[in-house]
């Protein structure tokens, strides 16, 4: 009888331990409540492509929707090459880049973002109103009514696209900035009926990837595009003027403002384009001639020169994206 509850003690322990041992578990997955570990984007463009690689680099997985295949197969291949230039410049290796891919699926079937635990719309701002407000409708009917789903773009107001949804008050806008992976900060937009989880959660998920949430009540251009579309449209102006030139413009407002990049630099790496398409979002909201987009940006975009994208810009560029010289489109006199 004695061996008999020894073996039985004996088994009541090891399975003590089992139990205890298997919360250790390196394999067991550890769920907590209001964590983030997939994202869902909703367009995969540009911004799309550098948000998920950020995002998937942060160790959370990404599913990105895009209108069909050929679009899909591009988005990753894009990704890829992004990830090929980082390691070429000795901030990756090549296992960082197996397990970021692996992290990162395109599809066309909104039914993969049913796990979602946040959703990013960062389809192109061309697209109208009234396509963005039934997206975000039929992005409702594949998440829980308590998935935070935002806008990335600026300009709008997130209140007009969150007055057509179910759940209003999960909807925010989650502005990135140009270049997201190497700005420190994101812009978390409220609008009216945004309420405190979905703001916390949002706020939580930029700390997740590394930035920190700046919090802004809507405005068309919020903070950052509003200062930044002015302060290049008045470049513009003064260029125009013939005050001086595009190079002492820009070297005036780096080497005595400490800015980064100059205000002619720093239109082309957004994007000449882009940077015509918010400047008339503003406008047309406010109405201020401060935002009435120069005549000099809008003949750059005409000729096609929208920046470092296209090779020409305020500035001309090589393959690498370099500068080798001003843009003589730029610097001619316009008649008004």
């Known amino acids: 009888m004695k061996h008999k509850k020894d073996v039985s003690l004996s088994h009541q322990l090891l399975n003590n331990m089992a139990e205890s041992l298997e919360k250790f578990a390196l394999n067991k997955k550890i769920v907590k409540?209001?964590?983030?570990?997939?994202?869902?984007?909703?367009?995969?463009?540009?911004?799309?492509?550098?948000?998920?690689?950020?995002?998937?680099?942060?160790?959370?997985?990404?599913?990105?929707?895009?209108?069909?295949?050929?679009?899909?197969?591009?988005?990753?291949r894009l990704i890829q090459m992004q990830l090929d230039d980082v390691i070429n410049h000795w901030g990756l290796t090549q296992s960082d880049k197996r397990i970021i891919l692996s992290r990162i699926k395109g599809t066309t079937d909104y039914n993969l973002i049913r796990s979602c635990d946040l959703i990013i719309e960062t389809i192109s701002s061309d697209n109208p109103m009234n396509d963005r407000i039934e997206l975000f409708r039929r992005i409702e009917n594949f998440v829980n009514s308590e998935i935070p789903i935002c806008s990335?773009?600026?300009?709008?107001?997130?209140?007009?696209?969150?007055?057509?949804?179910?759940?209003?008050?999960?909807?925010?806008?989650?502005?990135?900035?140009?270049?997201?992976?190497?700005?420190?900060?994101?812009?978390?937009?409220c609008?009216?009926?945004?309420?405190?989880?979905?703001?916390?959660?949002?706020c939580r998920f930029a700390k997740m990837i590394g930035k920190e949430p700046i919090t802004v009540n809507e405005s068309p251009g919020n903070i950052s595009t509003r200062l930044i579309v002015t302060l290049i449209n008045?470049?513009?102006?003064?260029?125009?003027?013939?005050?001086?030139?595009?190079?002492?413009?820009?070297?005036?407002?780096?080497?005595?403002?400490?800015?980064?990049?100059?205000?002619?630099?720093?239109?082309?790496?957004?994007?000449l384009d882009k940077i015509l398409r918010l400047m008339d979002h503003i406008y047309a909201e406010f109405g201020l001639t401060k935002f009435k987009a120069s005549p000099l940006i809008r003949r750059l975009v005409r000729a096609h020169h929208l920046g470092k994208r296209t090779g020409k810009g305020f500035y001309v560029y090589d393959q690498n994206g370099q500068k080798t010289g001003v843009n003589v489109l730029s610097t001619q006199i316009i008649n008004h």
């Open 33 to 76: 409540q209001g964590m983030i570990h997939k994202v869902g984007l909703i367009g995969c463009g540009e911004v799309g492509q550098e948000v998920a690689r950020m995002v998937a680099q942060s160790g959370i997985e990404v599913v990105f929707i895009e209108l069909d295949e050929q679009r899909v197969v591009e988005a990753e």
């Open 152 to 189: 990335g773009v600026s300009t709008l107001m997130i209140t007009d696209i969150a007055a057509g949804m179910k759940h209003p008050e999960r909807a925010l806008a989650l502005n990135f900035l140009a270049s997201p992976s190497s700005v420190r900060i994101v812009e978390v937009v």
């Open 191 to 202: 609008g009216l009926y945004t309420d405190q989880h979905s703001h916390e959660l949002v």
């Open 234 to 271: 008045e470049a513009c102006n003064t260029l125009v003027e013939g005050v001086s030139s595009v190079e002492n413009i820009d070297k005036i407002m780096k080497l005595g403002f400490g800015l980064q990049h100059g205000p002619f630099e720093l239109a082309d790496r957004i994007g």
